[in-house]
């Protein structure tokens, strides 16, 4: 049985777990607050560029450029977007589960992994995996130039032909208690489907097809990393925030249960100690 002393001391600690948890809500929802001005503010931009990218693909002959031109998938990269901290919930779990089910759908095809955040590279590193580039660091300072070094990576190793499709697997942001995990090909870049209300129409270039493609398709890519990347903090902070308002209320439910079994424990001990007392009264009569 725990002594007065042992459940005043976990009374205590809990305590300060709670402290802590209820700051670290705060931190998330300050930093949540931001993440999603950000992610509300660059989905439109990022949404029209790629319904107009796909659109121009619909148009253009798949050889006028190798992002466009689609191969047999044989080999495949896989970029998982994770996050660098803990203390988010089910957030990494959600993502490495998501990842390996889709391995596990395409037996035939041959994966490379592109890990980003330092979870999906604690998790995947320890299995028997294909880590082809590990990205640390990136979405604690989120920036455009850090989505254009993946993104550049990526399209850099595309065209070389080190793998013929890229998938990006990310929780998408929709309010600070959901996010969705998603599968999306990055690459080859997919034409818009063709809908009873949605005729192609031809478009004369100005300037020249090439040149337009060759300028458009890299910066559409490194928009699509840098809304992933948007994505995934907004989602990151949202879940933490959760999280900690969970670990929150169940610290304040142990402080109540070790509460009243401090006072059970406390009042068994005094009627101990009186029992005691009349005993040893009644013994010396």
């Not at 013929?164 to 690459?187: G, H, P, R, T, W």
């Not at 100005?206 to 840098?226: A, F, G, K, M, T």
Request: hydrophobic content about 40%.
């Amino acid at each position: 049985m725990s002594t007065l002393r042992d459940i005043k001391r976990r009374i205590s600690s809990v305590k300060n777990t709670e402290q802590i948890t209820k700051a670290m809500k705060m931190v998330a929802a300050s930093k949540l607050r931001r993440a999603q001005d950000a992610i509300v503010a660059s989905r439109p931009y990022a949404h029209k560029m790629l319904e107009v990218l796909s659109s121009l693909a619909l148009r253009t002959n798949p050889q006028a450029h190798p992002l466009l031109h689609a191969r047999e998938p044989k080999k495949v990269d896989l970029v998982v977007v994770s996050s660098d901290r803990g203390l988010c919930g089910a957030f990494n779990s959600n993502i490495i589960r998501r990842a390996e089910k889709f391995i596990r759908e395409h037996p035939d095809w041959e994966f490379t992994l592109h890990l980003v955040g330092r979870k999906a590279n604690d998790y995947f590193k320890r299995r028997d995996y294909n880590i082809r580039k590990v990205s640390l660091n990136v979405l604690s300072d989120i920036s455009f130039p850090h989505a254009v070094a993946v993104g550049s990576d990526v399209v850099e190793n595309y065209l070389a032909e080190e793998f013929d499709q890229v998938y990006m697997v990310y929780n998408e942001f929709k309010s600070a208690i959901q996010q969705k995990v998603i599968v999306e090909q990055l690459l080859p870049i997919k034409p818009m489907d063709i809908s009873e209300d949605h005729y192609p129409v031809e478009y004369t270039f100005e300037p020249s097809e090439d040149v337009l493609l060759e300028e458009l398709l890299p910066r559409h890519i490194n928009i699509q990393v840098y809304r992933v990347f948007l994505e995934s903090v907004a989602s990151e902070h949202g879940a933490r925030m959760t999280a900690m308002e969970s670990a929150s209320k169940n610290a304040v439910e142990m402080i109540e249960k070790l509460t009243l079994l401090y006072n059970r424990t406390r009042q068994a001990a005094i009627t101990t100690e009186l029992i005691e007392v009349v005993s040893g009264k009644e013994a010396m009569k």
